[in-house]
């Protein structure tokens, strides 16, 4: 599945300069049967499979040494809600060692043996954690020194400040009968980033009444 979409746009020219490097390893490849069993039936009983705690771990042994800093993440929709906090510490650090799951889930005792930090995209379940990876490693690449040009720094955007952003606008002036908003014609700064922060504001409480809250302090 990977590179996938992040071999493409800005996250793929990115790894075509070696802003950033994926290192992809197949966990059935460090499996020993002769069938390279990576799961076996839930203890207890009950639907699915469970990825093995010896396979999976011998996967993440080979690929990160137990001295090895980075975090270690697993995609589980039960893992804590991914932010944009999360992403800039993320792309601010070593790298990221991150497990992908399939199957019913993990044996537990691997996430604890070998400190993994789950992680979860958002409350709905995928058919597995290669897709939520891929969301974490754009969302962190895209704010890697040089992958972004200076005019788009990830500064000004939604969540930076806490904030859903504000409406943009480009031309023509009128499109379908509706006018781009004059005060963003009007040439005068100061008014410009006041509406802009009115909008954000009102934007964010009305959709997201959670993060306004975060915002004001109140959680
Ligand atoms: N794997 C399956 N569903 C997921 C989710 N919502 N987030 C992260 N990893 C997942």
């Given at each position: 599945?990977f590179p996938g979409?992040l071999g493409?746009?800005?996250?793929?020219?990115?790894?075509?300069?070696?802003?950033?490097?994926?290192?992809?390893?197949?966990?059935?490849?460090?499996?020993?049967?002769?069938?390279?069993?990576?799961?076996?039936?839930?203890?207890?009983?009950?639907?699915?499979?469970?990825?093995?705690?010896?396979?999976?771990?011998?996967?993440?042994?080979?690929?990160?040494?137990?001295?090895?800093?980075?975090?270690?993440?697993?995609?589980?929709?039960?893992?804590?809600?991914?932010?944009?906090?999360?992403?800039?510490?993320?792309?601010?650090?070593?790298?990221?060692?991150?497990?992908?799951?399939?199957?019913?889930?993990?044996?537990?005792?691997?996430?604890?043996?070998?400190?993994?930090?789950?992680?979860?995209?958002?409350?709905?379940?995928?058919?597995?954690?290669?897709?939520?990876?891929?969301?974490?490693?754009?969302?962190?690449?895209?704010?890697?020194?040089?992958?972004?040009?200076?005019?788009?720094?990830?500064?000004?955007?939604?969540?930076?400040?806490?904030?859903?952003?504000?409406?943009?606008?480009?031309?023509?002036?009128?499109?379908?009968?509706?006018?781009?908003?004059?005060?963003?014609?009007?040439?005068?700064?100061?008014?410009?980033?006041?509406?802009?922060?009115?909008?954000?504001?009102?934007?964010?409480?009305?959709?997201?009444?959670?993060?306004?809250?975060?915002?004001?302090?109140?959680?």
């Amino acid at each position: 599945m990977f590179p996938g979409p992040l071999g493409a746009s800005l996250a793929g020219r990115a790894l075509e300069r070696g802003l950033w490097s994926l290192d992809v390893r197949d966990i059935r490849a460090v499996a020993t049967d002769r069938h390279r069993t990576v799961d076996d039936t839930p203890s207890g009983g009950g639907l699915g499979m469970v990825l093995k705690a010896d396979v999976l771990a011998a996967a993440i042994d080979a690929a990160a040494p137990a001295d090895d800093l980075r975090p270690r993440l697993l995609m589980s929709p039960r893992g804590a809600p991914l932010d944009q906090a999360r992403v800039r510490a993320l792309a601010a650090g070593p790298g990221a060692l991150v497990v992908c799951g399939r199957f019913e889930g993990v044996d537990q005792r691997v996430i604890d043996g070998r400190g993994l930090e789950e992680v979860s995209i958002g409350d709905y379940v995928l058919s597995g954690g290669e897709l939520a990876a891929m969301v974490v490693l754009d969302a962190a690449v895209r704010l890697l020194p040089g992958v972004m040009g200076k005019e788009a720094s990830g500064e000004d955007e939604s969540f930076s400040h806490g904030l859903l952003e504000y409406p943009h606008y480009t031309r023509p002036a009128v499109w379908e009968g509706r006018a781009v908003p004059d005060v963003l014609v009007s040439g005068d700064h100061a008014r410009i980033a006041r509406w802009r922060r009115e909008q954000a504001e009102a934007l964010t409480q009305a959709r997201r009444p959670d993060l306004w809250r975060k915002l004001k302090g109140e959680d």
